[in-house]
């Protein structure tokens, strides 16, 4: 009989014979659902996804037979998951306002039906492939759900339902295998969240993830099935990255997984998503978008699982030919829960309390992201998002260098810029992205060839200011030529009126590609314009009382996105903002030429 | 089990008991123990096999006779009585009477532990509560069921900030009458207790107030139950009767130090500065405890307050407390002792519930505005004050000039204000807008233009 033999925290080992590593197990009166991490003849040892307080050794124990997994089907978007994809909506309406253990309850709803269309291109007798797709429900009105053969299924169609409505675990349609055995399909499937969801190919990403924020889109863009950090101490603003990403980005779907973080954040965006519009597709954000949920208070067990559950839920919809995005806040979490689950195994740690695989978990998780082509032949992409809290803001620590070493993007989030509120506190400097070409061809297609000798120009001067500025923090502005005032006042200008971004102002929260290369464009012209006139002898200090500068940085909240033209008309009439100058330095003629 | 004595203790060291032979015990069981003396111990089962049990014992092992120690296993958690009498009383730690009144008679006991909230029963906090401190109300407000610690340093008031946020807090438009607080001292003196309790007599609250103490001499693991039983007091008062409840922890420095310390007996491996992995997840179940429920009256607002072990921000203690929290209250060492009062860094303070708890529904539609002028001014004007430093004031730009008097003006007039001072939120606005009227109008980019033509008023400033 199996049964527990000792309890140590969320530890517990089992009389158990016959467990497999990562089976899941019920432990208990109460049925607590674990995993298990250990074998050793016939005793197990597993560690509880929940507390495991009033648990007493000699309680009965089950094996359940298979690792932990997720079910998939329609009725997942919209809605809030634990770590181990338990409904918290429908667990609120079991057990009240907290959780309470041993709680069953199915991922996706039962009872409820959904119209179910099948694919006009199959029909009985066809033969079928893993991964095809065999008809579709409209779960929202943007987001046709594909029902996909498993990815462990293929053989000769026998059955495939009509057109109607049907339950989540209903069957719809038989296959014969090859082997001659019969499979049941219904609208919904299993997978297991350790192992990646198989596809034919990796392709090329090519398109840019536009997010509406402005120094990631111009200046560090991220592409649809890249792979993206955000470090940052604590305060600096990850978390409201993320939810910005999360509202406005191009994606189809958008996962959100916080892990470890505030139950307040999720709460928040359980509350606005409803209200906003996706302004790609003109739907409520919150039909796009499904939340997992392991909050800081929750057990840390279920925190390693829930990126993983996020992540098969996010190629899952993949495999249906969507661009995905999935967040995860924080990483740093996760590889925490990992720490205390090597700790208590005794694995040697290497690098503060760290366990000498963390390298290759990071490396394994993002790899899950990409571009692909689909078992079904479409394309689908996971975009991996992770924000990364490091122990006092310190880069060097142990997760924040491995993952920076497996993403291409890195948005670096500085305390400086955060304390002085210029937010999104993003440092220029630090921040990298590998993608820059490709953006570089997506925007001159769709928006302006100007684009990627633009950043570059705005980039050197960002840089070129921070040099100025250590001059004039050492021995006052004064010791800074003409030429050099000018291009400090213009890097300021950039920061200001480009780079800082209020998530919370409605008409900055977001800037269309458009908008983000008209401000850009019209703050160089400034730039240059005045660097003519500099050049030509008119001191800086007058360059500076124009209003002009006072008046660009309001350009942003100024010309929302339905006003693109009404900037574009204002930076067209930059040369006469320095008319007056010139008419006072060169009242002969022209200074331009 | 209950009702069993049992002497089968095998080992002792360092707080921990291990009893041989008691099968069976749940895990996270309360202990009672009676050494040779006949005094009694508190203890908690924390690892159980039918071989061996592990018993933390709260009082410590010194001098325990391992033949004349009496165990018995509770079958239950710690828990604590909850009735509407919990109101005006003093427990200490574990939530045993400590004011000489007779225990807490009711039929209701609650795990001090909880269980975890679930966040899609959460509704998020938005109702702006006035401190009555400019520096708070103005640039980092706080929101009713928000968590904003004040972190501090040896020797900086954070005590006299703390009970002066107490005193003063209110909702606009909301009967006092629906404030309780929930006090929880931990490793403090017995001096800065009896400061608290004055404190809040003189305002006359001390019927609508709770307290947990464990002061600096008791037994130190017992501090890893205070908080959790502070919480199961203002959860009950929150959630049951409908109250809004303030809780103001002091000192979580000496929760985490207690929570090493067994960590280390324990034998777990440290993450860093001796500190456990888990610390951060401990943290947390404490901290989350705090929040509004959804269709729910009541509400749980948290302000804990810590010493940063030598100030520095980035100690494990105030790093993950900040990670956790929502902003926190940030005391500077340089305005003490320049004699500003409330000593508060605002640059590196941060409310993160602001945003939703003000503007035109809740206090003023320029206040986002103002707070956000606020935060870029000053940073400017600091910078300005570093210029100066090296170059002298005599060779600063008029316009730098003007930002130098600001950043005084700033410190002294509008953080600096009395312990006795309520300023209202309009009052710290307006003050707010006339220090930002000794500014050129061309640079004050965050409000609007219609704000500033309603508000700027260079001549008055230069008054
Ligand atoms: N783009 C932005 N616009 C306006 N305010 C911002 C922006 N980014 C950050 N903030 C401000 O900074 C605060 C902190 O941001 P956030 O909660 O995202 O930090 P974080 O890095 O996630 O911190 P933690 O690691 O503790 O979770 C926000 O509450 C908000 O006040
Ligand atoms: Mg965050």
Redesign the interface.
């Known amino acids: 009989m199996a049964k527990v ?5 969320p530890l517990v ?1 089992l009389e158990l014979p016959g467990a497999v590593l990562g089976e899941q197990v019920s432990v208990g009166a109460l049925g607590l659902v674990g995993e298990v991490i250990g074998r050793d003849g016939d005793t197990a040892l597993a560690q509880l996804y929940e ?8 309680e009965a124990a089950a094996g359940l037979g298979h690792p932990l997994s997720v079910e998939l089907g329609p009725g997942l978007l919209g809605g ?1 998951f634990d770590g181990i994809q338990r409904p ?2 429908a ?2 309406q079991v ?7 041993g709680i069953r309850v199915p991922s996706l709803a039962r009872g409820r039906r959904w119209a179910f269309a099948p694919a006009p291109d199959r029909s009985a007798e066809m033969v079928i492939n893993a991964g095809d797709i065999l008809g579709s429900v409209q779960e929202t009105a943007s987001i046709a759900h594909r029902i996909l053969v498993p990815p462990d299924v293929s053989g000769e169609l026998l059955e495939l339902a009509p057109a109607g409505d049907y339950e989540v675990d209903a069957t719809i349609a038989r296959v014969r295998s090859h082997d001659g055995s019969i499979r049941k399909l219904t609208l919904c499937q299993r997978w297991p969240v350790r192992i990646p969801r198989p596809f034919r190919r990796r392709d090329h990403a090519v398109q840019p993830l536009v997010t509406g924020q402005r120094i990631l889109d111009t200046f560090y863009p991220l592409l649809k099935g890249g792979k993206a950090a955000i470090p940052g ?3 600096a603003g990850k978390t409201m990255l993320q939810h910005q990403i999360a509202r406005w980005c191009n994606a189809e779907i958008v996962i959100y997984v ?1 892990c ?1 973080e ?3 954040e ?3 965006i ?2 606005s998503l409803p209200k906003l519009t996706d302004p790609h597709s003109g739907r409520p954000l919150m039909e796009r978008t499904l939340l997992i ?1 392991n ?6 067990v279920a925190r390693e699982a829930s990126v993983y559950v996020g992540i098969t839920i996010a190629e899952y919809f993949r495999d249906q030919g969507y661009d995905v995005v999935m967040v995860a806040d924080s990483t740093s ?1 996760w590889a ?1 829960a990992l ?2 689950v090597a ?1 208590r195994l005794g694995q040697m ?1 290497v690098e ?2 760290y366990p000498a695989y963390l390298g290759s978990r990071l490396a394994a998780f993002y790899e899950r992201a990409g571009r692909v082509e689909t078992l079904a032949g479409g394309s689908g992409s996971v975009t991996l998002i992770g924000a990364v ?1 490091p ?4 880069f060097s620590e142990p997760v924040t260098s491995h993952t920076k070493e497996i993403i291409q993007t890195f948005w670096a989030l500085s305390k400086e810029l ?4 210029h937010y999104p506190a993003i440092d220029w400097l630090e921040s990298f992205s590998g993608y820059i070409g490709q953006a570089a061809r997506w925007w001159a297609d769709n928006v302006d060839p100007g684009w990627a000798p633009a950043r570059a120009r705005a980039l050197a001067m960002l840089s070129e200011s921070e040099e100025l500025r250590r001059i ?7 010791a800074l030529s003409s030429e050099q005032r000018w291009s400090l006042e213009a890097a300021e200008l950039i920061k ?1 009126a480009l780079l800082q971004q ?1 998530a ?1 102002d409605e008409v900055d929260s977001y800037a269309s590609p458009a908008k983000q290369y008209l401000l850009l464009a019209g703050l160089l012209d400034i730039y240059d314009r005045g660097m003519r006139l500099v050049g030509q002898g008119v001191p800086a200090r007058r360059l500076l009382e124009l ?1 002009v500068l ?1 008046e660009a ?2 350009w942003k909240t100024r010309y929302g996105d339905a006003d693109i033209a009404g900037l574009r008309e204002r930076v067209a009439r930059l040369v006469e903002d320095f008319m007056p100058l010139e008419a006072e330095y060169f009242p002969a003629g022209p200074g331009e030429g | 089990m209950k009702n069993l004595e049992f002497r089968t203790a095998a080992s002792a060291r360092g707080g921990l008991v291990v009893m041989a032979k008691v ?7 309360r202990v009672s123990l009676r050494d040779h003396a006949g005094r009694g111990r508190n203890g908690l089962v ?5 071989d061996a049990v592990l018993v933390e014992v709260f009082e410590g092992t010194d001098d325990l006779d391992l033949e004349r120690t009496w165990v018995r296993f509770l079958d239950e ?1 710690y828990s604590l009585p909850v009735s509407r009498d919990i109101l005006g009383r003093v427990f200490n730690g574990v939530g045993q009477p400590r004011d000489g009144r007779p225990p807490i008679v009711s039929g209701q006991r609650r795990d001090i ?13 938005r109702e702006f509560i006035q401190t009555g401190l400019s520096a708070v109300d103005g640039m980092n407000s706080l929101t009713r ?1 928000q968590k904003l610690p004040i972190f501090s340093g040896g020797g900086l008031p954070h005590n006299r900030v703390a009970a002066q946020i107490v005193r003063q807090a209110r909702l606009l438009g909301a009967a006092t009458t629906e404030f309780v607080v929930v006090f929880a001292a931990f490793g403090v003196s017995s001096q800065d207790a009896r400061y608290f309790q004055e404190s809040f007599e003189e305002s006359g609250a001390l019927e609508r107030l709770v307290m947990f103490l464990n002061l600096a001499d008791e037994p130190v693991i017992e501090r890893l139950l205070t908080p959790r039983a502070a919480f199961t007091a203002a959860e009950y008062l929150a ?1 049951e009767l409908d109250y809004h409840v303030l809780v103001v922890m002091t000192d979580m420095t000496a929760y985490a130090e207690a929570l090493r310390e067994v960590a280390v007996l324990r034998g ?5 500065k001796g500190y456990p ?2 610390l ?2 401990d943290l ?2 404490i901290y ?2 705090a ?1 509004r ?2 269709d ?1 009256r009541g509400s749980i607002t948290l302000i804990p307050v810590l010493s940063m072990p030598s100030d520095d921000i ?3 203690i105030p ?2 407390t ?3 929290t ?3 209250i940030v005391l500077s060492r340089e305005l003490h002792a320049q004699g500003v009062y409330p000593p508060v860094a605002v ?2 303070s ?1 409310s ?2 602001m ?1 939703d708890g003000i503007g035109g529904d809740f206090t003023r539609p320029d206040h ?1 505005h103002v707070a ?1 002028q606020l ?2 001014s000053y ?1 400017r004007a600091l910078e300005v004050r ?2 100066a430093a ?2 002298g004031a005599e ?1 600063l ?1 008029e316009s730098d000039r003007r930002y130098l008097a600001f950043a005084e003006a700033f410190e002294h007039r509008f953080v600096g204000q009395g312990e006795d001072e309520e300023r209202d939120v309009y009052a710290s606005l307006d003050l707010a807008w006339e220090l930002l009227s000794m500014l050129p109008a ?2 004050l ?1 965050r409000v609007s ?1 219609d704000e500033l033509a309603k508000y700027h008023k260079p001549a008055e400033a230069a008054r």
């Open positions: 033999l000792e309890i140590n925290g080992r507390d495991s307080a009033g648990l007493a050794p000699g809030i918290l909506e667990v609120r057990s009240g306002d907290r959780i309470s253990r101490p604590f305060g916080g470890g505030r139950g307040n999720l709460t928040d359980l509350e949920a909050t800081s208070n929750m057990p840390v979490r925490e720490r205390e700790g740690p503060e309390g809290s122990p006092g803001g310190d955060a304390d002085a509120r004039v923090n050492l021995v006052g502005v004064d200001e209020s919370t209003p006072g940085r309001r | 099968p069976g015990v749940a895990a996270g069981t924390i690892r159980t096999s039918d958690p532990n909880g269980a975890p909230l679930n966040p899609a029963a959460r509704a998020y906090p069921g959630y777990d491996v440290p993450a860093r992995g888990y951060y997840s947390a179940e989350e405890r929040g429920i959804r729910r980035t100690h494990p790093d993950l900040g990670y956790i929502e902003g926190q640059l590196p941060l993160r519930l945003k986002p956000s935060f870029a940073a570093g210029l090296i170059i060779d730009s061309g640079t980019t233009e």
